[in-house]
Structure formats: C-alpha cells, structure tokens
C-alpha cells in the first residue's frame, strides 16, 4: 500500500480508512473466490505422468489463426514487454525478470507468430530445452495460465504442421492433467476463460475417454462463461480493449478447433463473435489499434485487422461500421465520428463488481482522434505487479477527465484491487443535424467532503469539438487533464488560455479554454508494455460550481 493510510500521523484514522479499503475491495466477491483462493493454496497435485492418449486425426482444414508479432529473434534469444533476454540454462524462472516476463517466455506465442514456419529450427530447440528445463508442476511454467497459454499454442503448432514430437505429446497431456485439477475459480474472469479453452484444445488434439473428460470440463465451463463474459453489446465485461481483442481471439481459436476436428459448433459462438467484431471495431481508432479504457497495451493481443481477417476466414463477417454515433450500451462507451475525427467516450462502470483488476479510474475519461492519428489519449498500460507506475497508470489523473481533490475516481490500489467505485449516471444521448451530445455524470467522488460530483459534457459536429466539465457540491480544487499525444506538439498563444496543436506534416488545429486557469505540464504514455514516452498535458483547474469548457477547432 503505497499511500498514507498506515501512517502514525493519524493512528486510528489510518486504521478506519485500511478497514474500510478492505471492505470496499472484498464485499462485492463471490464467495468462490474466497474459498476457492483457499483451496488453490492448499491443494498441490501430483503430476500424473501416464502416457498420453492417441492424437485425434483432423477432419477438416485448419485455418490460419490471428497472427503476432515475432517475439523470437535468435536462438534462445527472446523480446517481451519491450526487454530483450537470451535465456540459458537456468533462465526459465529467474527472480530477477520480471513475472510477466516468465510467463510470456512460457506462453511459446512465438510458435504462431508472423512467419514463424521460417523458425522451424529455434522453435525445435526451444520445445526441447522448456521440456529439460521445466519438470512437471514446477516453478512459473506450471501455473494455470501460462499452462493454459502453451497447451493452446503448442496443439495450434501442431494444427499448422505435424503433430508434435513424442515428448511435446507426452507433456502436453501431463499439462492438461494437472490444469484440470489447478482451475483458477478464486480468479474466474479471462482466467478461468483461458483454463477452460485449454482443455477443450487438449481435449480435441487428443481422442479417448480421458480427452473427452477434458472436453467435456472446459465446455462446461464456457457454457457458463461466455453468456457471462460477453455482454449483449459484444464487449468483454472488463472493459478492457485488449482483453476483448484476446476473448475474440479465444472465441475465433474455439470455432476453427471445432470444425477442424470435426466437432460441433454451438451457433451461440458465431452470433457473439459478430457482436465481438463490431464492439472492437468501435473501441479501435482510425489508426487500426485499440483505444486505451482500463488496463490495455497495443501489441499484446492481434490486431483488429488480423483478427478480422481471421472471422472472414471462418465465415464470419463484422456487423456494418458505418453508423456516425455507436452506443454500446451494455458496456458503457459511445462512439462519434464526423468527417476526419472519432471521439470515443467512457461512461461505463469499471467493470464487473466482483473482478475490477484491470481497471483504471478512468471513468468520464475520453480518447480522440483526427486526421487519422491519435490527438487526446488515456495514460496507457506499461506495467501489471505492485509500485508506485503501476499505481499512477491505474490513477485518475493519467486519463483526460478531471481530478478532484488529488483523489482518485475509483479507489485503484495494489496493482490489481478496487475498493469504492465510481458509478455513471444521468447519460444523455442526443443527436443533432449537425452532429451529437452526450452528458454524463458519477458519484466516485462523493465519498469526499463535500460530496462532489463530476459532470461533463462532450458536443462534436464536423470541425468542432467542446467539452464541459461542471463540479456540483464542494470540493478544494478540480483540474480537467487532456493528455495530449506524443506525436502532437502543443504551442501556446499570448495569454495563455489558447492555442495550436501541430502535427509534423503541417497540420493544425486551434483550441481554447474559458472558465479555468490553464497550465502546460508533462505527463508520460504507454502504448505498449515496457514502454513510456514523455507527452504535454492540458492541466485546467477550476471550482466547484463553475464551467471549464475545452474547445477544438480544425
């Protein structure tokens, strides 16, 4: 906990807010992931070495899937998260790397990736040293998700080609085994999601009575999952852009298991992954990558391109996209485009009550882009585990909404918990001949003295961008941030409530404030993991009860 809470200053205040933070982060769980955390400490499982049942002959032809970025470039010679390692003997599991970092080494993402039959001779060695170097249910390679990563990368590779080596076949089996009995049901959400995919791949690459078990766990699981991880909208219930481009993933991997080993689709899936196409494409800037709402890094999950191109292979097509206003209501974002921009907005919940771990406190926050290219971004994602980054990234004053009283919107704390969160309400929705409106407000603020609450207002027509903030109740001080993107260079004019933003081709666009002192700071982005860039930020303060208005014009 990296704030005051536990400070000596104020003894039994500190214990006050530390109960409370508690509270607020562990009543809305559902009861399994109270026991079952329990359980899944105190459960350790023998690896059941029998051998592996027979290879499941394909019935049908494998389609290419949704292809990465290459993350191997040399023998043993690995990039993640933007760090480059070559790993020897003893470096499967080093301490010193970060967590994540071991578990996208243990992912063997690399074995689908763009051109990867041209690695043909790295990814032999690879498979071979991880099988010497990582022994049945040890260390970070056994855990349920990085376990649940490879069996669906390794059954993929062996889609592609061959089946696998003799070994690899053994392994996988064991690894199917042992995930069986390690189901992350203490975290459900994309977890449990990814478990479940695991075993149906292990299930269908395999045939007996021992797959069909495995077959029959994991879709019993997605039967429950889906319906409750898809919302009606499309969207992936974390709110996560790059989540929901992994779910559509996942959902597209399932279909092309099923048909190519002759398997029976459920006609539920192709009717979400519709659904799941548009939702992205809505949450996608003109530039073709995600926008950045809670935890979300480009290149970790394919790109909208790729895994488009990947449903028209399947046989499913995205819904049209040419609608000027999208309102994913289910969700909570909207989207309006007008000639040369899009403005997409955050008036959407956190995310589930009981799994808000990649959620930021960005609500009422914004991302717009014009000209094609990014203009006013959220913070990004350059981090998961615990530090002070990580706590800033998550924080409300990385996003272009407004900061009250230096306090976050939702209580982010801890790297992946939330205690009391923000809710939106009053959402207006109008359309006008020349463009569209909407209004919003929430209530994460009233927790503070004074009871403030946070409205704002968004107004684009063709050329024309406003944004109004109001504060209602008291508060000490409000500051409306717009983070500016790092391609973009902000300039201002005598007076200093206007200016020019400019683009290095010569572009420009005009922007003014009213009702506000303005001041030009610098703040930091992450469109990637492992990677900050420093930008300029718009820092507006202003009081309670007034108006500050942004305007664009261009």
Same mark, same amino acid.
């Given at each position: 906990?990296?704030?005051?809470?536990?400070?000596?200053?104020?003894?039994?205040?500190?214990?006050?807010?530390?109960?409370?933070?508690?509270?607020?982060?562990?009543?809305?769980?559902?009861?399994?992931?109270?026991?079952?955390?329990?359980?899944?400490?105190?459960?350790?499982?023998?690896?059941?070495?029998?051998?592996?049942?027979?290879?499941?002959?394909?019935?049908?032809?494998?389609?290419?899937?949704?292809?990465?970025?290459?993350?191997?470039?040399?023998?043993?010679?690995?990039?993640?998260?933007?760090?480059?390692?070559?790993?020897?003997?003893?470096?499967?599991?080093?301490?010193?790397?970060?967590?994540?970092?071991?578990?996208?080494?243990?992912?063997?993402?690399?074995?689908?990736?763009?051109?990867?039959?041209?690695?043909?001779?790295?990814?032999?060695?690879?498979?071979?040293?991880?099988?010497?170097?990582?022994?049945?249910?040890?260390?970070?390679?056994?855990?349920?998700?990085?376990?649940?990563?490879?069996?669906?990368?390794?059954?993929?590779?062996?889609?592609?080609?061959?089946?696998?080596?003799?070994?690899?076949?053994?392994?996988?089996?064991?690894?199917?085994?042992?995930?069986?009995?390690?189901?992350?049901?203490?975290?459900?959400?994309?977890?449990?999601?990814?478990?479940?995919?695991?075993?149906?791949?292990?299930?269908?690459?395999?045939?007996?009575?021992?797959?069909?078990?495995?077959?029959?766990?994991?879709?019993?699981?997605?039967?429950?999952?889906?319906?409750?991880?898809?919302?009606?909208?499309?969207?992936?219930?974390?709110?996560?852009?790059?989540?929901?481009?992994?779910?559509?993933?996942?959902?597209?991997?399932?279909?092309?298991?099923?048909?190519?080993?002759?398997?029976?689709?459920?006609?539920?899936?192709?009717?979400?992954?519709?659904?799941?196409?548009?939702?992205?494409?809505?949450?996608?800037?003109?530039?073709?990558?995600?926008?950045?709402?809670?935890?979300?890094?480009?290149?970790?999950?394919?790109?909208?391109?790729?895994?488009?191109?990947?449903?028209?292979?399947?046989?499913?097509?995205?819904?049209?996209?040419?609608?000027?206003?999208?309102?994913?209501?289910?969700?909570?974002?909207?989207?309006?485009?007008?000639?040369?921009?899009?403005?997409?907005?955050?008036?959407?919940?956190?995310?589930?009550?009981?799994?808000?771990?990649?959620?930021?406190?960005?609500?009422?926050?914004?991302?717009?882009?014009?000209?094609?290219?990014?203009? !006013?971004?959220? =913070? +990004?994602? &350059?981090?998961?585990?615990?530090? *002070?980054?990580?706590? /800033?990234? $998550?924080?409300?004053?990385?996003?272009?909404?407004?900061?009250?009283?230096?306090?976050?919107?939702?209580?982010?704390?801890?790297?992946?918990?939330?205690?009391?969160?923000?809710?939106?309400?009053?959402?207006?929705?109008?359309?006008?001949?020349?463009?569209?409106?909407?209004?919003?407000?929430?209530?994460?603020?009233?927790?503070?003295?004074?009871?403030?609450?946070?409205?704002?207002?968004?107004?684009?027509?063709?050329?024309?961008?406003?944004?109004?903030?109001?504060?209602?109740?008291?508060?000490?001080?409000?500051?409306?941030?717009?983070?500016?993107?790092?391609?973009?260079?902000?300039? !201002?004019?005598? =007076? +200093?409530? &206007?200016?020019?933003?400019?683009? *290095?081709?010569?572009? /420009?666009? $005009?922007?003014?404030?009213?009702?506000?002192?303005?001041?030009?700071?610098?703040?930091?982005?992450?469109?990637?993991?492992?990677?900050?860039?420093?930008?300029?930020?718009?820092?507006?303060?202003?009081?309670?009860?007034?108006?500050?208005?942004?305007?664009?014009?261009?």
């Amino acid at each position: 906990m990296s704030d005051t809470s536990d400070s000596g200053a104020r003894p039994r205040l500190g214990v006050l807010e530390v109960i409370s933070r508690y509270w607020h982060t562990l009543s809305p769980l559902k009861p399994v992931q109270l026991y079952g955390r329990i359980w899944f400490r105190l459960t350790r499982p023998t690896p059941d070495l029998r051998p592996a049942p027979p290879v499941r002959p394909r019935s049908a032809q494998w389609v290419t899937p949704a292809r990465r970025a290459p993350s191997m470039h040399g023998e043993m010679a690995f990039r993640f998260l933007n760090e480059e390692r070559v790993i020897g003997a003893g470096g499967w599991d080093d301490p010193k790397l970060a967590k994540l970092w071991r578990y996208n080494l243990h992912y063997f993402d690399d074995l689908n990736a763009w051109d990867a039959p041209g690695r043909l001779r790295w990814h032999q060695t690879y498979l071979a040293r991880w099988l010497a170097a990582n022994p049945p249910a040890s260390g970070s390679a056994w855990e349920p998700y990085p376990t649940s990563l490879r069996i669906v990368n390794w059954v993929k590779w062996a889609m592609a080609s061959s089946p696998l080596p003799d070994g690899c076949a053994h392994s996988l089996a064991i690894q199917a085994r042992h995930l069986a009995r390690r189901l992350e049901i203490h975290l459900l959400g994309n977890h449990l999601f990814a478990n479940a995919k695991a075993l149906v791949f292990a299930g269908r690459y395999f045939q007996g009575p021992e797959a069909e078990r495995w077959t029959a766990i994991g879709l019993r699981i997605l039967a429950r999952e889906i319906p409750e991880q898809i919302l009606a909208d499309g969207g992936q219930f974390e709110r996560s852009p790059m989540y929901h481009a992994l779910a559509l993933e996942d959902m597209l991997d399932l279909i092309n298991l099923m048909i190519a080993t002759g398997g029976v689709v459920p006609e539920a899936w192709r009717a979400h992954v519709h659904r799941m196409l548009g939702w992205l494409n809505a949450m996608s800037h003109p530039d073709g990558e995600i926008a950045q709402f809670n935890d979300a890094a480009i290149g970790i999950a394919p790109s909208p391109a790729e895994l488009e191109r990947y449903a028209n292979a399947l046989g499913i097509a995205p819904p049209n996209s040419s609608a000027p206003v999208r309102h994913l209501a289910d969700s909570g974002f909207l989207r309006a485009d007008v000639p040369g921009a899009a403005l997409i907005m955050d008036v959407a919940p956190i995310g589930p009550d009981y799994l808000p771990g990649h959620a930021h406190a960005d609500t009422l926050s914004f991302e717009f882009s014009l000209f094609g290219g990014r203009l !006013l971004t959220n =913070g +990004g994602t &350059s981090r998961y585990g615990l530090g *002070p980054e990580r706590e /800033a990234e $998550r924080g409300t004053a990385s996003h272009s909404t407004v900061v009250i009283d230096q306090a976050n919107s939702s209580e982010v704390w801890s790297g992946f918990r939330v205690a009391r969160r923000a809710r939106p309400f009053d959402l207006v929705l109008e359309h006008t001949d020349s463009g569209v409106s909407v209004s919003c407000a929430h209530d994460g603020y009233r927790r503070l003295p004074g009871r403030p609450v946070h409205r704002r207002r968004w107004q684009l027509e063709p050329g024309h961008l406003v944004v109004t903030d109001v504060v209602d109740g008291a508060c000490r001080s409000a500051v409306a941030r717009y983070h500016v993107h790092p391609d973009v260079t902000v300039e !201002l004019v005598a =007076g +200093g409530s &206007s200016g020019m933003f400019r683009w *290095p081709d010569g572009r /420009a666009a $005009r922007w003014s404030v009213t009702g506000g002192h303005l001041t030009l700071a610098e703040s930091g982005y992450a469109p990637e993991f492992g990677r900050r860039l420093p930008r300029q930020c718009l820092e507006i303060a202003f009081s309670a009860g007034a108006d500050v208005r942004f305007e664009l014009i261009w």
